[in-house]
């Protein structure tokens, strides 16, 4: 599906092939082995976002929901990190039995959850949020690298009756540093008779007209118009 995942330190080339036509990347990998810790701002928030845990329909909402309420998509971590690892006695968010987290527990449906089964065991983000409760749950940190701006590509695009699209959203930190986020990132259309897109960014063009996906990632909003 195009993901690269770094194996170890190294230079390798990667092979893209279509239609005939080839291109060609090359990929450096540094520290792979150095020590990493998962970012409350960047990781953890990104994927309740995600997931839809901090919506407006969810947790997001003005008086929050079953007495658990976050930040509108997360646009305060300060507070977010002060509910989810201080209240509700410390169960939310546990240090000394991370699998036994109301934040795991819940959206894995191991516990009743009204938002249902969100954090099957086995993925990506159950991955990031179990990880994240194992190092200790740390917080916001005041001088990390934040998202300034969100790249969405194709920015526009016509295209024939049924075809598919594929969105890559990119963010640039305030360190200069560039970064894929497609997976991270919310997307919704305006019109799904038009435009439906799914949960990885995959539009399939559904009747003619025109059609915005809005894209969320860290509280930064952006928009892909797409045309048949």
Same mark, same amino acid.
């Given at each position: 599906d195009g993901l690269v995942t770094p194996a170890g330190d190294g230079t390798a080339e990667i092979v893209a092939k279509t239609a005939g036509a080839e291109a060609r990347l090359r990929v450096t990998v540094r520290g792979a082995k150095s020590e990493f810790s998962w970012s409350f701002r960047n990781h953890v928030i990104p994927v309740l976002t995600k997931k839809g845990c901090n919506q407006g329909a969810c947790h997001g909402a003005?008086?929050?929901?079953? *007495?658990?309420?976050?930040?509108? !998509?997360?646009?305060?971590?300060?507070?977010?990190?002060?509910?989810?690892?201080?209240?509700? %006695?410390? !169960? !939310? &968010? %546990?240090?000394?039995?991370?699998?036994g987290s109301l934040m795991l527990l819940k959206p894995a449906m191991k516990v009743p959850h009204g938002g249902g089964y969100l954090l099957p065991p086995d993925s990506y @983000?159950?991955?990031?949020?179990? @990880?994240?409760?194992?190092?200790?749950?740390? *917080?916001?940190?005041g001088n990390e690298a934040q998202v300034t701006s969100l790249e969405v590509y194709p920015r526009s695009a016509v295209l024939a009756p049924e075809a598919k699209q594929r969105l890559v959203v990119r963010a640039r930190y305030s360190d200069g540093r560039v970064a894929d986020v497609t997976r991270w990132a919310k997307f919704n259309s305006t019109d799904a008779g038009v435009a439906n897109v @799914?949960?990885?960014?995959? &539009?399939?063009?559904? *009747?003619?007209? @025109?059609?915005?996906?809005?894209?969320?990632?860290?509280?930064k909003v952006l928009y892909s118009r797409l045309a048949v």
């Amino acid at each position: 599906d195009g993901l690269v995942t770094p194996a170890g330190d190294g230079t390798a080339e990667i092979v893209a092939k279509t239609a005939g036509a080839e291109a060609r990347l090359r990929v450096t990998v540094r520290g792979a082995k150095s020590e990493f810790s998962w970012s409350f701002r960047n990781h953890v928030i990104p994927v309740l976002t995600k997931k839809g845990c901090n919506q407006g329909a969810c947790h997001g909402a003005l008086a929050g929901k079953n *007495g658990f309420k976050l930040t509108l !998509r997360g646009y305060d971590p300060e507070v977010d990190h002060a509910v989810m690892t201080r209240e509700a %006695s410390a !169960r !939310r &968010v %546990s240090l000394a039995d991370p699998e036994g987290s109301l934040m795991l527990l819940k959206p894995a449906m191991k516990v009743p959850h009204g938002g249902g089964y969100l954090l099957p065991p086995d993925s990506y @983000e159950y991955r990031v949020l179990a @990880e994240w409760i194992a190092q200790g749950a740390p *917080g916001p940190i005041g001088n990390e690298a934040q998202v300034t701006s969100l790249e969405v590509y194709p920015r526009s695009a016509v295209l024939a009756p049924e075809a598919k699209q594929r969105l890559v959203v990119r963010a640039r930190y305030s360190d200069g540093r560039v970064a894929d986020v497609t997976r991270w990132a919310k997307f919704n259309s305006t019109d799904a008779g038009v435009a439906n897109v @799914e949960e990885d960014g995959m &539009v399939t063009m559904a *009747g003619f007209g @025109e059609a915005a996906i809005t894209v969320w990632y860290a509280n930064k909003v952006l928009y892909s118009r797409l045309a048949v």
